[in-house]
C-alpha cells in the first residue's frame, strides 16, 4: 500500500487516540488551553445573535475540555455533541460532563485557570444557570460529514485541534462543518498549519523524519520506505526550509466559501503562544504517547522511534549552537516510557511493528544519546491558525 486511505487513516488515529487518550488528557490538552480562551473569547462576542437554543457540534472534540467552556459561554443554553472517532477519548469526554454537572462546572472552572472568561455557571452579567444533566455528551463517529445528519441544525460548530489530522479530506469535512450551521450560526476552528514552529521541537521533529525517511529510502533497493508512506498521515509538514502551505490548507476557506452561498469569512489568522515543559524528554514521551506523533510509535516501532528521537535531540542540541562539549552540559539521563520518566511498560514494548530499514539507519548513525535529556525547561511558542465563518448573516452582525 503505497498511501494511506481515508479509511486506513482513520482506523490508525482511533488506535492511536484510544491508547493515547489519558495522557493526552493530562498533560497535552491543558497545554491547548490559551488557543482554547482566545476562540471561545470570540464565540461569547458573538452568542447574542446565533439562534437560540440550537445544537452547538463540537467535532474532533477529543476528551472534551473545551466543551463545559463552550456551554458556559453559551449562557447553558445550547445542547452540545461531541464527535470523535476514539472510544477512549469520547469515554473521558462524558465523563468530564458529568463531573461538571454534578459539581455545576467547578472543577472544569477550576482546571481551566480561566480569567478572562465568566465564572462557571454565570454569564457576564451573573445570571446563567448551571448546565442541566445530559446537556453535554460526546458519541463516537465519523466527523467529516456531519451535515449529512445535521445540515442546518446548529448554532455553532467549535472544533480545536482536529482538523489538521484529516489531511486531504479537511476541506471537505469544513465544508461539512459550515453546512451545518443554521442562518447566523458561527463555526470556529482551530488547526496545527503544516508549518507550526519556524524553530524549536516541532520544527526538530520534521527534520528528523525527513533525515530518517531520506536514510532509509538510500538503504532499500525497492518500494517506498514505510516513513514516506506513513507522511500523509502526519500533522505537520517535514521539509527543511520553511515549507509553503500543503495543497489542501491553501484550499481550505476557499471550498467551503465556493460551497456555502451565504457563508461570510470574518477572520483567518495565526494565534501563537508559549508552550513549557520541564525537559526535551517529557516532550517527547508526551507527543510519542499521548499526542499526535503516537500513530507514527504505532506504525513503525518502539525501534524507530528511538532512532528518530536521537535525530531529533541531536537537531534541538545543533539549533542551540551546542558543540558535543558544550551538550554535556545541558544533558542528563533519564529512562524514557513515561512523561515523567520511570522504565518503560511492556505495553510499550510490544506495541507497533519493527522496522528493518530504521535498524539499519541506526547503525549508521552517531547523534545525541537518544536517552539524552535537555534539563533546561524548554519554552517554544506553536502557532495554530485560527479560522471564524459566519453564514447567513454579513460581517457586521458579527463581532471579532
Known amino acids: 500500500m503505497s498511501a494511506f486511505t481515508p479509511s486506513s487513516r482513520a482506523m490508525l488515529l482511533a488506535k492511536s487516540w484510544d491508547f493515547a487518550a489519558k495522557l ?15 476562540a471561545l473569547e470570540v464565540l461569547q462576542r458573538n452568542a447574542g445573535s446565533l439562534p437560540p437554543g440550537r445544537l452547538v457540534l463540537v467535532p474532533c472534540c477529543g476528551p472534551g475540555l473545551e466543551m463545559s467552556l463552550i456551554s458556559r459561554c453559551l449562557g ?127 520544527r526538530q521533529y520534521d527534520r528528523a523524519v525527513q533525515r530518517l525517511q531520506q536514510q532509509q529510502q538510500q538503504q532499500q533497493q525497492q ?3 514505510p516513513a514516506a508512506q506513513h507522511e500523509q498521515c502526519s500533522s505537520t509538514n517535514t521539509g527543511n526550509g520553511a515549507p509553503p502551505l500543503t495543497e489542501w490548507e491553501r484550499s481550505l476557506v476557499e471550498v467551503v466559501m465556493q460551497g456555502v452561498e451565504d457563508a461570510v469569512l470574518l477572520s483567518d489568522e495565526m494565534v501563537q503562544h508559549d508552550m513549557q515543559w520541564p525537559d526535551v524528554d517529557t516532550f517527547w514521551e508526551v507527543m510519542t504517547q499521548g499526542g499526535p506523533w503516537h500513530a507514527r510509535r504505532l506504525s513503525f516501532g518502539n525501534a524507530y522511534m528511538e532512532t528518530l528521537k536521537a535525530l531529533f535531540v541531536a537537531g534541538l542540541a545543533q539549533e542551540a549552537g551546542l558543540g558535543t562539549g558544550q551538550q ?56 495554530a491558525r485560527q479560522i471564524v465563518i459566519k453564514r447567513g448573516l454579513s460581517s457586521a452582525h458579527a463581532r471579532l
Open 24 to 38: 493526552y488528557t493530562r498533560e497535552l490538552a491543558p497545554r491547548f488551553l490559551p488557543w482554547m480562551h482566545g
Open 223 to 225: 518500494g517506498t520506505s
Open 328 to 383: 554535556e552540559l545541558l544533558v542528563g539521563q533519564h529512562h524514557p516510557g513515561t512523561a515523567s520518566g520511570g522504565s518503560k511498560s511492556k505495553t510499550q514494548e510490544q506495541m507497533g511493528v519493527r522496522d528493518p530499514a530504521a535498524a539499519a539507519a541506526r547503525s549508521q548513525l552517531q547523534p545525541a544519546p537518544a536517552t539524552a535529556s535537555i534539563i533546561r525547561p524548554l519554552i517554544h511558542t506553536p502557532r
Open 76 to 202: 447553558h443554553g445550547h445542547p452540545l455533541l461531541g464527535v470523535d472517532l476514539s472510544q477512549g477519548m469520547v469515554d473521558i469526554a462524558n465523563r468530564l460532563a458529568q463531573e461538571a454537572e454534578r459539581t455545576a462546572g467547578a472543577a472544569a472552572g477550576t482546571a481551566a485557570g480561566d480569567s478572562t472568561l465568566p465564572t462557571i455557571g454565570q454569564s457576564a452579567d451573573g445570571d446563567r444557570p448551571t448546565p442541566p444533566p445530559g446537556l453535554i455528551r460526546a458519541v463516537v463517529g465519523d466527523a467529516s460529514s456531519l451535515h449529512v445528519e445535521h445540515e442546518g441544525q446548529a448554532a455553532a460548530v467549535v472544533s480545536f485541534f482536529g482538523l489538521q489530522q484529516l489531511g486531504p479530506a479537511a476541506p471537505a469535512a469544513l465544508l461539512s462543518w459550515v453546512r451545518c450551521l443554521a442562518p447566523g450560526g458561527i463555526a470556529i476552528v482551530v488547526l496545527w498549519p503544516s508549518h507550526v514552529e519556524d524553530s524549536g521541537p516541532w
